[in-house]
């Protein structure tokens, strides 16, 4: 059997319920805001370990970072579930085939999410009240080693999706056996590997430039900490960024030419992009807190049209094996997405409140008591009933038509 129709033949044979573009971008804009924390988590324990023995401002902000590191991993755990369903959707025969070749190190990967979770707790909850002559960093290694294993296990597996012409001898032992065990490891890139890991530092040199900025207004907190902090991100932020860009040279090298993809719209507009980027950042120098929303906002700009250029190479690799989104079979089911769509809109308006809430009570000193506009909290209480309301609605409905109830 060709491959091309070996692929076409693993897809869901009752199709997708809406048309796969919309599915696409979701996934690259999901993917653009699970990687950004992603980044955030790795390089925040890397500054942690770094700063941890470096004087008073040093362990201060590791600490702080400490508590970063368990807040964003949990945030990119919960937003990296919405690109893996996206993927399982339109790509659906190169997602099930990786997972199942490689099924051992997937379950993996989860072993490795998880204690690298509780690791980044030991090492925040170990330090929270010690002094920088007794700050203690072995959680944070063990955090930090095990963040490192989930990247290259998950890098495995998307390599691994992007190969089908492989897969035949990664599964065919060289005694002609089929291999069941589910322990393959293959595809890894290391210039791909690299360009995803390094911009970490970058993102967290970003973060440190809106801590500054957003902590500035509080009187409890040392200004020349405040200067210690943002100087550090700014240099992390231009440094790794050229860097990073290095690394991404690397990995154009490891592409098959005949994708041309220096030649991809998205990966020239994000080329363009990160050179207005680390120009932006050498002007942050002279201000960095000044520069700091502006930064944030330009990093995830050249983030997204970083993944939409990664998305248009899926593309081009799943095109080489005959594959498609846009031949999948599509029954349009209009109850059900406009049920999402609207999900996601009210998801939205209510974090709004709580979004409010820990914003304004973070910049107020301690002790300071914050009070919103009850009328906000009033409306996300409202819209989640109403919410519920109509999904539960919903539910005994189509349970009643089909017969499921009685």
């Given at each position: ?123 925040y909850l170990g330090n929270r009240k010690t002094d ?209 769509f609207a999900s996601f809109l009210m998801g939205l ?58």
């Amino acid at each position: 059997m060709e491959l091309s129709t070996f692929l076409n033949n693993m897809r869901d044979p009752s199709g997708i319920p809406f048309y796969p573009v919309v599915f696409q971008f979701l996934m690259v804009l999901t993917y653009a805001l699970h990687i950004t924390m992603i980044n955030l988590v790795i390089g925040s324990t890397v500054v942690a370990l770094a700063q941890a023995r470096r004087g008073e401002y040093g362990a201060r902000l590791a600490k702080a970072l400490g508590r970063v590191v368990t807040v964003s991993l949990s945030i990119a755990i919960v937003l990296g579930v919405a690109p893996l369903l996206f993927v399982q959707v339109i790509y659906d025969p190169f997602w099930y085939t990786a997972n199942t070749m490689s099924a051992f190190w997937a379950m993996m990967f989860l072993v490795a999410v998880t204690a690298a979770f509780y690791a980044g707790y030991g090492f925040y909850l170990g330090n929270r009240k010690t002094d920088p002559d007794t700050f203690k960093t072995g959680w944070g290694w063990v955090s930090l080693a095990f963040l490192l294993c989930a990247a290259l296990i998950i890098h495995m597996l998307s390599m691994e999706q992007l190969l089908p012409h492989h897969w035949k001898t990664w599964l065919i032992s060289p005694l002609g056996q089929y291999e069941t065990g589910g322990g393959a490891f293959h595809g890894i890139a290391l210039g791909r590997l690299l360009h995803f890991l390094l911009p970490s530092m970058a993102v967290t040199g970003v973060y440190l430039m809106l801590y500054g900025w957003y902590f500035r207004q509080r009187p409890d907190y040392d200004p020349e900490y405040l200067d210690y902090v943002v100087k550090l991100g700014v240099k992390l932020a231009f440094g790794f960024s050229v860097v990073a860009a290095a690394a991404g040279f690397w990995w154009i090298g490891e592409i098959p030419s005949e994708f041309n993809f220096v030649r991809n719209p998205f990966l020239l507009a994000g080329a363009i992009g990160g050179i207005a980027f680390v120009a932006y950042l050498g002007q942050a120098h002279l201000n960095p807190e000044k520069y700091a929303v502006h930064t944030a906002i330009a990093m995830f700009a050249v983030i997204f049209v970083m993944c939409c250029a990664r998305e248009g190479l899926r593309m081009d690799y799943a095109g080489a094996a005959g594959y498609s989104i846009f031949d999948y079979k599509v029954n349009t089911d209009w109850p059900s997405t406009l049920l999402f769509f609207a999900s996601f809109l009210m998801g939205l308006c209510v974090l709004c409140f709580p979004a409010m809430a820990a914003f304004r009570a973070g910049r107020a000193p301690r002790g300071e008591v914050v009070t919103l506009d009850p009328a906000h909290g009033k409306r996300a209480v409202t819209m989640l009933i109403v919410w519920f309301a109509v999904v539960a609605g919903l539910g005994v409905i189509v349970s009643l038509k089909n017969g499921t109830l009685f």
